[in-house]
């Protein structure tokens, strides 16, 4: 099985593999390790992305792999080709795996079923986000030494979120504590088994404060009442940021409304590890790419 669907398929083991694979990649000093020489990956992106695709290019041109980049906007996906056959194409041209994003739910284990070559989950639907999580834990475990025994508080829009059901999934396996905070609108019924909701006081006394963006594209509008009624009832404030214990971390996978789930000040923060979860998204999505090819 050298598909990566999601964390919450996925063994502790096989967890812990990818982030110590990954310390490894970090650690090289040379940008190019050509260990996937002469193979061809492609990343088919049928939703919008800045980080994950281009720090799945990055991670694959860094293994010296061959990249194709497939965006849905510039394809016959407009002529109304299906995902599947997109995908069926670029499997038919030798690609060795593929790299995938896109809104349906359920569709990419239909996709791992057909497709022999390796699929790689860049998100699919609010179902999970894997890479995103991997690289959030590689960087809770850098910064805590490790993750046994954190809390983690996921703060926000848990309903339409990938990124809080991968992190959930990935940080139970590797017993953490996990606390989520959502107005009513924005909880998930299906995960309240896993881990309780609780009072914005009380998500701050974490280890990890974790905001999520708001998802505007997802809500039908009237969701959200406005921004500011957002920011004033769950927006991680500079005053509300000033009450986490000394040690706590921010973090957000991005990308930011900078003023409504989060101040502007707080996003560079001393406390913020926004964009060193960024750059972890590089060795992550290196580890990630070998394991389905090597
Ligand atoms: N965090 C994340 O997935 O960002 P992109 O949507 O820009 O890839």
Redesign the pocket.
Known sequence: ERHLLGLRQLGKEEIVGILDRAAHWERQTNKVNPVLEGKFVANMFF?????????FEVAEKRLGAQVLNFSAAASSVEKGESIYDTVRTLESMGIDAGVI?MKPIGLLAELADKIKVPLIN??DGNNE?PT?ALLDLYTMRKTFGEIKGLTVSIIGDILHSR?ARSNLWGLHKLGANVKFCAPDNMQAPDLSEYAPYVGLEEALQADVVMALRVQLERHDKGFIRSAEEYREHYGLTVERAAAMQPHAIIMH???VNRGVEIDDELVEHEKSKIFTQ?SH?VPIRMAVIERALA
Do not use: D, I, K, L
């Not at 939703?47 to 720090?55: A, I, L, Q």
């Open positions: 939703e919008n992305s800045t980080r994950t695709r281009f720090s994003r860049a998100g986000h995103q990124v996978p991005a990308p960024m998204g």
